[in-house]
Structure formats: structure tokens, C-alpha cells
């Protein structure tokens, strides 16, 4: 049971609904997530903002950032995001087979070594990143890995570490 409940349409002010009217275009739903982020308007707006600049914008594809997203919430273990962004993947076309290889060994998944290199790097940077060695930031370099590659996929893994731990404090019930 949430911890502090999801607002509904009616609930909320004009200039939130607005925003939810924004989110049901991009998702077909206003997730819970954002319902319950909406108790702030200030943040819901600040957090949709982020979501469309790291998710929407930037040069990693689709398949990259809602795989950055789901290993990352994995292990944090984020049931919400693991639900949400194995849903997104499933919409952006990737089978159960591939989602089953990202999720056991991500070397046999269909992705390109600059691509598993920058999940890689997000990974380690959302458990440990201040043991993040040089030679690891370096292989990004032989992978010619940009620094705005670089930068874009710390944003999603920044991204959903906060989601994660919003989520797992209040306790938000998926609704994916």
C-alpha cells in the first residue's frame, strides 16, 4: 500500500493538469509515479522536464536509455521502473528472448560494443562510482565513446536512481 497516495485528474490544479494532459500523450497514461510526484507541483514539473530532456532528447537510442534504465532500477531493485521500462522496451519492439539476454548477459544482446560499454559504465557508476578506474573510463575511450554519450547515459542512470528511491521510499504501486 503507497505510503502517501497517487492525485487524481480532479485533484489537482489547472496548471497540473496541463502536465498530466503532457504525459498521457507520451505514455497513454499518467503513471503513478507522476501522480504522486504532482502532492509538489514544482517537482512533477521539474522531473517531466528531465524525463523529456534525458528520455526524449540526446543521441543514444531508445533501446539504450530504457535498457539503462531497467538494469539500473534492477539493481536497486525497483520493482516499479524494472515494470515500467521492461514495458517500454517490449513498445520500442525488443522480444522476451532480448530482454531475457540484457537481463542475464548483456554481451550476448543485440548492441553495439560502444553501446555495451556505455550501459556498462552507467551500471558501475549507479553501484560503485568512486571505483570507477581509470582503465574503465579508458575503454569507453577506445570504444569512441563521446563525452556527451558519456554525460547522456549518466543521465539516465541519475535519472532513475532518484526515481528509484522516490518509488521504493513511498512505496508507489505499479500501475504497468
Not at 512533477?44 to 530532456?53: D, G, P, Q, S
Not at 531497467?70 to 521500462?85: K, Q
Not at 539516465?156 to 532518484?162: I, Y
Request: net charge negative.
Amino acid at each position: 500500500m503507497p505510503r502517501i497516495g497517487a492525485m487524481k485528474l480532479e485533484e489537482v490544479s489547472e496548471d497540473v493538469q496541463a502536465i498530466f494532459k503532457e504525459i498521457e500523450g507520451a505514455f497513454g497514461m499518467v503513471p503513478n509515479l507522476f501522480r504522486t510526484y504532482s502532492h509538489h507541483p514544482p517537482l512533477l514539473k521539474a522531473n517531466w522536464t528531465k524525463v523529456k530532456a534525458v528520455m526524449m532528447e540526446g543521441t543514444l537510442s531508445p533501446k539504450v536509455k530504457q535498457t539503462i534504465a531497467v538494469l539500473v532500477s534492477r539493481d536497486n531493485g525497483c520493482a516499479y521502473c524494472v515494470a515500467a521500462h521492461t514495458g517500454a522496451l517490449k513498445a520500442i519492439g525488443v522480444s522476451d528472448d532480448e530482454i531475457g539476454l540484457i537481463e542475464q548477459n548483456i554481451e550476448k544482446a543485440d548492441f553495439s560494443e560502444k553501446e555495451k560499454a556505455l550501459i556498462g559504465f552507467a551500471r558501475r557508476a549507479n553501484s560503485s562510482p568512486l571505483r570507477i578506474a581509470d582503465d574503465e573510463f579508458n575503454a569507453l575511450r577506445r570504444a569512441r565513446v563521446t563525452d556527451a554519450e558519456i554525460i547522456e547515459a549518466l543521465g539516465v542512470m541519475e535519472l532513475f536512481t532518484a526515481f528509484n528511491k522516490f518509488l521504493d521510499s513511498l512505496q508507489v504501486d505499479i500501475d504497468f
